[in-house]
């Protein structure tokens, strides 16, 4: 026989398993989502390269390494994966007009792909939930999507996530900034490794950026961004942090923090945790009011966010949050012919009255059946023999509890596994 067929590497299959704790996530974060009034917008995994070149920017490590980029076979258009999903709902929004007469709270949900170093919390094919405000200007957006992802963090179980904020100013500030910038630099250009050389002219705020310890000194002494800014740009940050300090969330104003996507402009922000080794951002955005005017719309302001459901779940699993319980009420064992009939019939009466339930198939012992309805997580196990098929009655066992076996009609059966919940 020869190899079977492996998924690709970095990219996952979530088992059976798995899916509780994802589904489980989800739920929450939907009534969350809810709560602020945001609405789910759903674009395709596919995009024409151009848009993440022009929203992403070219020289960013997403675009220039990341991607997973192709030509249609059929007509050779240069088409990639989403690495990402603001740059796809922002050509929606402008596509379909939607800024036409009102500003919109949006969310989206879906994999993600980019050809990275798979390693633990980083794969190739990895899923995000990004939350886009659009047609708002003022710091009280900025400030509303750090609240809310401080809620959801209590939602979820987790604490221990840590909050650094900074500002990247307007696009005049980063001119400002960036001539000063590059001529720092290459007075310095005895400590510049080859990645930083690359970067120099193209995008030398990155440099900032960098792991490099052998450039660390260097770095920390180059001249801050901070001092370009002009007024308004410094007091929409004060602003949002007086909205912080409001709700009481604490934060580390961290002035390095510049993001890999080219297309932000003043705040930006990042949730970090500790417990995830160096995959540690769990959650990352900031305001871009330039990308709607970048990919072509009307000028609009806009800000977002996107977190990495991996890294949340693997937080969720590392605080020891409990699973909730099976959902499955029943799992009904049978044998015989009149039985096996009656107990198709049982079923759908169980399903109808909204119960959760399985009808066992392919036959076997009632020792065997009993076996599997255990290993079903059922709550009960309903059997039915000939006894039970002659008096259209059922007999229920609990799987959970130590408790009497118990005969009765078909709607007695429907109160009990209601009563349950
Ligand atoms: P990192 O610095 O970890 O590479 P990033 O700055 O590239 O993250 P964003 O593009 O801002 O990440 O994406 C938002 C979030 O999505 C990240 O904070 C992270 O939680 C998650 N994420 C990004 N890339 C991956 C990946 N390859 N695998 C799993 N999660 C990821
Ligand atoms: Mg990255």
Avoid at 250 to 274: A, K, Q, S
Avoid at 309 to 318: F, S
Avoid at 367 to 372: E, I
């Amino acid at each position: 026989m020869s190899n079977p067929i492996q998924a690709i590497r970095g990219m996952n299959d979530i088992l059976p398993e798995q899916t509780p704790r994802w589904q489980q996530f989800e739920a929450i974060v939907h009534d969350w989502l809810n709560a602020y009034g945001y609405r789910e917008i759903r674009t395709p995994i596919l995009e024409q390269t151009g848009l993440f070149k022009r929203a992403i920017g070219e020289v960013t490590d997403i675009v220039e390494k990341e991607m997973y980029s192709f030509e249609d076979a059929l007509n050779g258009e240069p088409l990639s994966l989403r690495p990402e999903g603001t740059a796809s709902c922002v050509r929606a929004v402008i596509q379909h007009n939607l800024l036409y007469n009102a500003p919109q709270r949006l969310w989206y949900a879906g994999p993600m792909f980019r050809h990275e170093r798979p390693q633990k919390g980083r794969y190739r094919q990895f899923h995000q939930i990004g939350v886009e405000s659009l047609g708002y200007a003022d710091a009280d957006m900025d400030a509303e999507h750090i609240v809310m992802t401080a809620d959801l963090w209590r939602r979820l179980g987790l604490s221990n996530i840590v909050l650094e904020i900074n500002t990247l100013g307007d696009a005049a500030a980063r001119t400002r900034h960036r001539t000063r910038l590059i001529s720092y630099l290459e007075a310095h250009s005895e400590l510049l490794d080859d990645d930083a050389k690359r970067r120099l002219h193209s995008n030398p705020l990155r440099i900032l950026d960098t792991k490099n310890p052998a450039m660390q000194d260097m770095v920390n002494a180059a001249p801050r961004l901070y001092d370009d800014l002009d007024e308004a740009a410094l007091a929409h940050f004060e602003a949002v942090q007086t909205i912080l300090r409001e709700h009481n969330i604490e934060y580390r104003i961290n002035p390095r923090l510049v993001r890999g996507l080219d297309y932000y402009n003043y705040t930006v922000f990042e949730w970090i945790t500790d417990q995830l080794g160096t995959q540690g951002t769990v959650c990352a955005g900031g305001r871009y009011d330039s990308l709607i005017e970048q990919i072509g719309g009307k000028p609009a302001p806009a800000c977002g966010y996107a977190m990495g459901i991996e890294r949340l779940l693997a937080l969720m699993e590392a605080a020891g949050i409990a699973l909730p319980e099976s959902t499955l009420d029943a799992y009904i064992v049978h044998q015989g012919d009149a039985a096996t009939a009656f107990a198709r019939q049982v079923a759908s009466t169980l399903r109808r009255a909204g119960l959760n339930v399985i009808l066992h198939c392919g036959g076997g012992s009632f020792k065997s059946q009993m076996k599997k309805a255990d290993a079903s997580g059922a709550a009960f196990a309903c059997i039915i023999g000939d006894d039970e098929a002659a008096l259209e009655q059922v007999s229920l066992k609990s799987l959970r509890a130590n408790t009497e076996q118990t005969r009765c009609t078909q709607e007695q059966a429907v109160s009990l596994l209601k009563a349950r919940n």
